[in-house]
């Protein structure tokens, strides 16, 4: 079966912009995460997704970043009024109900210019 | 929260070397996960392995829950094991994110 898909691969935008990066989780799965990975800060956790619980946005770095998921599987993350420090590999994970082990998607790697 | 360390940080082998790379947190996990970032950036599953020990081809892990760490071993390594390998955790009792090492960054030379 497929896996975790990401769109798009890459988006080079201007600073002041906004941005929605998508994520397609692997089917069945319940459980959906948001990490960034940046040169200064290594992986980072944004947001979780569990079912139709609360999503814990313990991560999100600032007020600019926010993230929904639809019926319980597409999420998009959304950064407004991007900033240069934004520039980083944003990845999403999914994980079966039940399990723990979480899959990665390929990533978007986005630019702030 | 949850500190994880990975040693070392660079590991330079030549084709067909075996390695063991370490992984210590400082809390009790109940999620502990092994990936290989390929050079393309893609984040490949190698173990769940929150604790015991699992084999699979020439990589194998062991995870000592109670004396929290995990090593990861690389027998006869390739050069397509080149690469950045991450150890990541989940504290105890959370169910969400999974807090990352830095990474062993791994070159494999002819």
């Known amino acids: 079966g497929a896996g975790v898909s990401q769109s798009p691969s890459n988006k080079v935008t201007e600073k002041g912009k906004d941005v929605e990066l998508r994520c397609d989780p692997i089917s069945g799965h319940t459980a959906l995460y948001w990490y960034r990975q940046s040169l200064g800060q290594g992986l980072e956790f944004l947001i979780y997704f569990q079912g139709n619980s609360a999503p814990d946005k313990s991560g999100l770095p600032s007020d600019r970043f926010s993230a929904e998921r639809t019926g319980g599987s597409v999420s998009t993350l959304t950064i407004q009024r991007t900033q240069q420090e934004d520039s980083a590999v944003y990845l999403c994970a999914s994980s079966g109900p039940g399990k723990n082990e979480q899959f990665f998607g390929p990533g978007t790697r986005l630019t702030v210019l | 929260g949850i500190q994880v360390e990975q040693s070392p940080p660079d590991l330079i082998l030549q084709e067909g070397a075996n390695s063991t790379l370490r992984c210590n947190f400082s809390?009790?996990?109940?999620?502990l996960q092994w990936f290989h970032q390929n050079p393309w950036g893609q984040l490949i599953n190698l173990f769940y392995?929150?604790?015991g020990t699992k084999q699979n081809g020439r990589l194998s892990a062991t995870t000592v829950a109670t004396e929290r760490y995990s090593l990861l071993y690389i027998s006869s390594s390739q050069t397509t094991d080149s690469g950045v390998y991450f150890c990541?955790?989940?504290?105890?009792?959370?169910?969400?994110?999974?807090?990352f090492g830095t990474g062993t960054r791994l070159q494999v030379t002819l």
């Open positions: 809390d009790s996990v109940n999620n």
């Open positions: 990541a955790v989940r504290l105890t009792g959370t169910a969400s994110k999974l807090t």
């Open positions: 392995i929150p604790s």
